[in-house]
Nanobody, 126 residues
Framework: QLQLVESGGGLVQPGGSLRLSCTAS????????IGWFRQVPGMEREGVGC????????NYADSVKGRFAISRDNAKSTVYLQMNNLKPEDAAEYYC???????????????????WGRGTQVTVSS
C-alpha cells in the first residue's frame, strides 16, 4: 500500500518561505498525480494545488497562486511544494496525496485522491 510522508514544515515569519517535500515509502511516485492540501482544525480540508503525473500541468488555488509552486523530481521520487511570501492564513497542517487515475487537468479535490500522508504542520507567526 502506498504510504506518503510529508516533511519540511515548521515555524516561519510572515513573508518567509518554506519548502515541503512529499515522498513515498517503498514506492516511486512516477505515474501518480500529486495533490497538496491543507487543513485547519474545525475546517474542511482545502486543496492547495496539484501536479499531473507527467509534471507538465499544475493547478493552484486562487489563494496561493503566484506564491506557491509545485514541482516533482521523479529521479528522487519526491514532489515539492515551494511556499513563498507566507501569510498567517497559510498556517495549517499540510498533506500530500496521490492517485493514478487523475487526468492531466489535475484538480486538487480531496475525494479524487486515494493515498494520503499524515501531514506536516506549518505555522506562520512573528
Amino acid at each position: 500500500q502506498l504510504q506518503l510522508v510529508e516533511s519540511g514544515g515548521g515555524l516561519v515569519q510572515p513573508g518567509g518561505s518554506l519548502r515541503l517535500s512529499c515522498t513515498a515509502s517503498g514506492f516511486t511516485l512516477d505515474g501518480f498525480a500529486i495533490g497538496w492540501f491543507r487543513q485547519v482544525p474545525g475546517m474542511e480540508r482545502e486543496g492547495v494545488g496539484c501536479i499531473s503525473r507527467s509534471g507538465a500541468n499544475t493547478n493552484y488555488a486562487d489563494s496561493v497562486k503566484g506564491r506557491f509552486a509545485i514541482s516533482r523530481d521523479n529521479a528522487k521520487s519526491t514532489v515539492y511544494l515551494q511556499m513563498n511570501n507566507l501569510k498567517p492564513e497559510d498556517a495549517a497542517e499540510y498533506y500530500c496525496a496521490a492517485d493514478t487515475l487523475i487526468d492531466d487537468t489535475c484538480m486538487a479535490i480531496p475525494g479524487l485522491f486515494g493515498a494520503w500522508g499524515r501531514g506536516t504542520q506549518v505555522t506562520v507567526s512573528s
